[in-house]
């Protein structure tokens, strides 16, 4: 099956730093790869998201890249602010019909210093 | 409408007692996922219905563990003779498109 694995698992940067979160999966079918953020005793919620036949995407200060070759996916932020502090999550989904079972990773704690 | 919403909230038991977590996913999804999450640990998947089968119960860790789901929405996952390293946050999750949308978990701590 799948495995995802994530590193950082703790990052603490200045407010205004750029913060970067990598993935690596192991299944080639995999062709999802969502980001996740989840603020302390909250649900996780989606961020941002990236597929298989797209290498970049941005939206705002977030952007996800994409190297299908590698098997390798990154969360990149920009401007960090303290509201950015949470646990990120990356995923995969191998196509599967209707099946959309996530892979998780095992998180990144962010902490953002003012 | 609402979003996904899961009760309880939280849940302390007995080492041994049996539990049940309900889960009622956003209506009109007809994909639901069970998860759960560790302390320090990332989602670890547990089930996945589709409508009222399920067609992948591949993450259930033992056979101490089911789910069910009737009339397409609300969603129960029971976990008998519960031992301590099953206190962990139980979430569920709906469907539209590729996003999972989560509920806010139960808390599940055995003592």
């Known amino acids: 099956g799948e495995n995802v694995e994530q590193h950082p698992s703790t990052l603490s940067v200045q407010e205004g730093d750029s913060a970067v979160i990598k993935c690596t999966y192991s299944?080639?079918?995999?062709?999802?790869f969502p980001w996740y953020k989840q603020e302390l005793g909250k649900r996780p919620q989606l961020i941002i998201d990236?597929?298989?036949?797209?290498g970049e995407k941005k939206d705002q200060r977030i952007a996800v890249t994409l190297n299908k070759t590698a098997k390798h996916f990154s969360l990149h932020i920009t401007e960090t602010q303290p509201e950015d502090s949470a646990v990120y999550f990356c995923?995969?989904?191998?196509?599967?019909?209707?099946?959309?079972?996530?892979?998780f990773g095992k998180g990144t704690l962010l902490t953002v210093n003012p | 409408g609402a979003g996904v919403s899961q009760s309880p909230s939280n849940k302390v038991t007995e080492k041994g007692k049996d539990v049940e977590l309900r889960c009622d996913p956003i209506?009109?999804?007809?994909?639901l996922y069970w998860y759960r999450q560790s302390l320090g640990q990332g989602l670890e998947f547990l089930i996945y219905?589709?409508?009222?089968?399920?067609?992948?119960k591949s993450g259930l860790p033992s056979d101490r563990f089911s789910a069910e789901r009737t009339g397409g929405s609300v969603s129960t996952l029971t976990i008998q003779r519960t031992q301590q390293e099953d206190s962990a946050v139980y979430l569920c999750?709906?469907?539209?498109?590729?996003?999972?949308?989560f509920g806010p978990g139960t808390r599940l701590l055995v003592l």
């Open positions: 995923a995969a989904r191998a196509s599967g019909g209707s099946n959309y079972k996530l892979t």
């Open positions: 299944d080639s079918a995999s062709n999802y």
């Open positions: 990236i597929r298989s036949n797209v």
């Open positions: 209506s009109g999804h007809t994909a």
């Open positions: 219905f589709q409508g009222n089968s399920a067609p992948d």
């Open positions: 999750a709906s469907v539209v498109g590729e996003t999972q949308y």
